[in-house]
């Protein structure tokens, strides 16, 4: 069995990862002001975020054109794969999953399996990787699946957004109600709910600095708990410094622990804005 890996813009591989790993990655489309771009093709992270500061209207996203997609798969089988497992952001923020499930029946040249990460960011980019590795080392599609399962199953996040206005609007907060009114004092909480897979506000606090300190909390619970090695992301919205200020105070805290700081390019950054930060883990998949 010869096992293609194919992800999306969201995971913010690298190209040189892309290319070390053997990764297909499918650019999801980002409209700003009626221009339509391609994540990581003909939008950069940093240009994202000064369009967003001087748009006219409330960028959007969409799915890549599908045919695009089936003409990949279609390659794909070409070029020798019997099958392709096409790893994406979660089903609940996005209706490209289902999308390829529907599709996925018509490619005739290989078999191709759409699988629903119940996450986004560089925390699927993660999955994608030890997928391809896997499937390098000549792992069965069984296998590869059971084991993405269980790194689902390790994978938790907390986000901290300065305005929650940009999740509401494009539909993705899904108990926002509760968490509008004075967010000037407000500092939300928000996580993937465990049951649903869908962003939620989950707790207040009522101040940045005590938000950090929450998230630290609650990453600290998961450290102490966990039996495998754990990656800690931090993860920001075109804010290098303040990440970089996190990671140094979490080194001192955490000194055996794996960290790295990545970022929230245009797709995800359309929904939580500027300044968003998050700290997100997972086990290790190099340890």
Known sequence: MKIAIVTDSSAY???????????????????????????GV???????????????????????????????????GNEGYDTVLSIHLASTISGFYNTLVTAAPEIKSVKVVPYDSGITVRLMGYLAIKAALMAQAGADLTDIIATLDDLKKT?????IVNDLQNLVRGGRLSNSAA??????KIKPLLTFDEQSNKIVAFEKVRSIKKAYKRAEEIFTEAYEKS???????????????????WQTELQAKFPDLATEITYFGPVI???????????????????
Do not use: C
């Open 179 to 184: 968490f509008i009114g004075s967010m000037l």
């Open 13 to 39: 591989l690298s190209a040189q990862e892309a290319e070390q790993y053997n990764i297909k990655v499918v650019p999801i489309p980002v409209i700003i002001d009626n221009q339509v771009y391609e994540e």
């Open 269 to 287: 950054g359309t929904h939580l804005g500027e300044k968003a930060i998050a700290l997100g883990w997972m086990a290790d998949i190099f340890a």
């Open 42 to 76: 003909d939008l950069q992270t940093a240009e994202f975020y000064e369009k967003l500061r001087n748009s006219k209207t409330f960028p959007s996203t969409s799915q890549p054109v599908l045919g695009d997609m089936l003409k990949l798969y279609e390659d794909l």
């Open 155 to 159: 994978i938790n996040e907390v986000f």
């Open 227 to 245: 039996d495998v090695p754990l990656r800690l992301l931090i993860i920001h919205g075109n804010d290098l410094p303040a990440a970089e200020a």
